[in-house]
């Protein structure tokens, strides 16, 4: 049996995440963060659902300010469920957050470092540590804040968003993600602040695998313990949401690593909890399974023996016990086999279907499209869900094709680096179209969003 990573304890209001504490989990609220009684009603369905923590967003500090006013009405209600403030572009709003919150996420990407371009810089080394004071001067004062008000600190790095400073040194790397994380890191260790959780995030399995391993051998050898959050950003809604989080947070679970978790679907987001639940549920079976499947790896092809009541449950199952094999290339086919097939599931193709739903979430196999969607917070400018599916089901047809749906610009043009085409909230009511990388449409009416992104990928076909 895989024994946990050992890691410090991160103090969050009324919970320890880490050490022996179990495994926590959280979500994250779709509400605007100024209206009070919205955050109130669905911060209590998360948290009734079985959420241990719940994130706002604060884009603002008039956001900061009101978490103020959320968190008296639930403590009015005897709710002590901490709740994390998430901040990106501004750093006075993680100052004002940390008065209210019991943890602010604060961002490497976009702290002190302006908003991602994709333009390559040149620095020389003492340019380049002249950066590195810049984030210095700023964190300090935020640290003293947080150990005056007793709160915690997740530094949550996003694939999607490294700043241009980080990737023309490192490039978009998992080299480049971990060394965005310790730069942050090695301030707080100086400072002697030791509340901090750490995430790193990608929409990419396997880039999502391979930074988090990495990050663990930088904290090791700089003697650092810190727990860790897991999560694979943008995975998307419905069966594929599912699978996609189950590959990447299941492959470091059945590691032993993970302190916490989130699954981020495009739903509501009470419908995240059962899901992470179960993933925690399953890390002893499926660590069992990982190591029979690796066993019975044999001309490039993992067969897998499992059994399960629910398809659901079949799903969840089968892509956590296979997904590290799966990343690190141990094969690339998959075979799955179910003890009790005629109660799991009714059509012969179904286990197909699964099995390449589960190589396609590690980047092996794209049998169908492919749909990087952001769950949504309350920076979301549009309908996300509607939209989503109005997406679909104009696209489904495109076998390979990568959409990006996001709403908005704070992961969305980086956690679509390698999607072929991506739609962002740009503004109240308006949407940007991408090509890969490049902004091709901004500030559509978002009526005509939809019906000019089919345009432009039709037009692509025929060019």
């Known amino acids: 049996m895989t024994t946990r990573r050992i890691s410090s304890v991160a103090h969050v209001g ?45 884009q603002g500090t008039r956001e900061a300010e009101n978490m103020r006013n959320i968190s008296a009405a639930l403590k009015a209600e005897g709710i002590m469920t901490p709740l994390v403030a998430d901040v990106h572009f501004n750093a006075r709003v993680a100052d004002v957050a940390a008065l209210y919150c019991e943890k602010v996420r604060i961002n490497p990407g976009n702290y002190v470092d302006p908003a991602r371009t994709f333009k390559h810089l040149e620095y020389t080394d003492e340019e380049y540590r002249a950066e590195l004071q810049k984030i210095d001067d700023r964190l300090v004062p935020f640290i003293q804040i947080c150990k005056e008000h007793h709160t915690a600190v997740r530094i949550g790095v996003n694939h999607g968003s490294l700043s241009d400073r980080i990737m023309s040194r490192y490039g978009d790397t998992p080299a480049g993600i971990v060394e965005s994380c310790m ?77 916490t978790i989130r699954v981020s679907l495009s739903e509501e987001p009470e419908c995240e909890i059962p899901v992470a639940r179960r993933l925690v549920e399953l890390i002893p079976e499926c660590t069992r399974l990982r190591a029979e499947a690796e066993a019975s790896i044999h001309d ?33 086919k998959l075979v799955l086999k179910v003890a009790n097939a005629t109660k799991t599931f009714k059509e012969p193709n179904d286990l197909t279907a699964l099995a390449d739903a589960i190589l396609q979430a590690a980047r092996i196999k794209f049998t169908k499209t492919e749909y990087i969607s952001c769950p949504g917070c309350g920076r979301t400018l549009y309908n996300l869900q509607d939209t989503i599916r109005r997406i679909k089901a104009a696209t489904a047809h495109l076998v390979g094709l990568k959409i990006g749906i996001m709403g908005c610009i704070v992961n969305g043009p980086g956690e679509m680096a390698d999607a072929d085409y991506g739609y962002v909230g740009a503004g109240p009511g308006r949407i940007s179209l991408y090509r890969q990388k490049e902004c091709v449409e901004k500030n559509i009416p978002e009526a005509e969003a939809v019906d000019r992104l089919l345009q432009l990928i039709e037009e692509d076909k025929n060019i």
């Open 300 to 332: 490039d092809t993992i067969t897998l023996n499992l059994d399960a009541d629910t398809w659901d449950d079949l799903q969840l199952k089968a892509a956590m016990a296979v997904g590290a094999l799966l990343i690190d290339r141990k094969a690339t």
């Open 14 to 58: 009324p919970i320890g995440i880490g050490g022996d504490n179990p495994i926590r989990i959280q979500s994250m609220t779709t509400t605007n963060t100024n209206d009070t009684a919205a955050c109130v009603a669905q911060a209590k369905r998360i948290i009734e659902a079985g959420g241990e923590l719940v994130r706002l967003t604060t």
């Open 183 to 259: 730069e942050f890191l090695r301030i707080f260790r100086r400072e002697q602040f030791q509340d901090v959780v750490i995430s790193i995030k990608a929409s990419n399995t396997v880039v999502m695998v391979q930074s988090v391993r990495l990050l663990v051998e930088a904290m090791d050898k700089e003697d650092m313990h810190y727990p860790l959050h897991l999560g694979v950003t943008e995975a998307g809604e419905g069966e594929d949401g599912r699978i996609k989080s189950a590959v990447g947070i299941g492959a470091l679970l059945t590691e032993g690593i993970g302190d």
